[in-house]
Nanobody, 122 residues
Framework: QVQLVESGGGLVQPGGSLRLSCAAS????????MGWYRQGPGYQRELVAA????????NYAESVKGRFTISRDNAKSTGYLQMNSLEPEDTGVYYC???????????????WGQGTQVTVSS
């Protein structure tokens, strides 16, 4: 099973930016689609962004469109989530995941990292 390690979280003021990274072990990263999920306090885990294995196609939750950008570097087996114009509602633990796209919809797999905390507060 592939190991995933997220990093880059922290405390940021509203309107600020963070860049999350997800480092994957092994050489199979490039064959999987990748998703970023978040779980806010008292909320269920939700998908915020996903990208196809080659990086050509991306999907975003409505709440983050225009503010977040998902990308990946298959040569480094690393995925990224650039988060701009952060809002307090973006607070939560962010997790990366490897999965697949079915008919344009991301389906998460069983590989999860430990998560990285993002707190947006003044």
């Amino acid at each position: 099973q592939v190991q995933l390690v997220e990093s880059g979280g922290g405390l940021v003021q509203p309107g600020g930016s963070l860049r999350l990274s997800c480092a994957a072990s092994g050489s199979i990263f490039s064959i999987y689609a990748m998703g970023w999920y978040r779980q806010g306090p008292g909320y269920q885990r939700e998908l915020v962004a996903a990208v196809t294995p080659g990086g050509q196609t991306t999907n975003y939750a409505e709440s983050v469109k225009g503010r977040f950008t998902i990308s990946r570097d298959n040569a480094k087996s690393t995925g990224y989530l650039q988060m701009n114009s952060l809002e307090p509602e973006d607070t939560g633990v962010y997790y990366c995941n490897l999965g697949w796209f079915y008919s344009g919809t991301y389906a998460g797999g069983d590989s999860w990292g430990q998560g990285t905390q993002v707190t947006v507060s003044s």
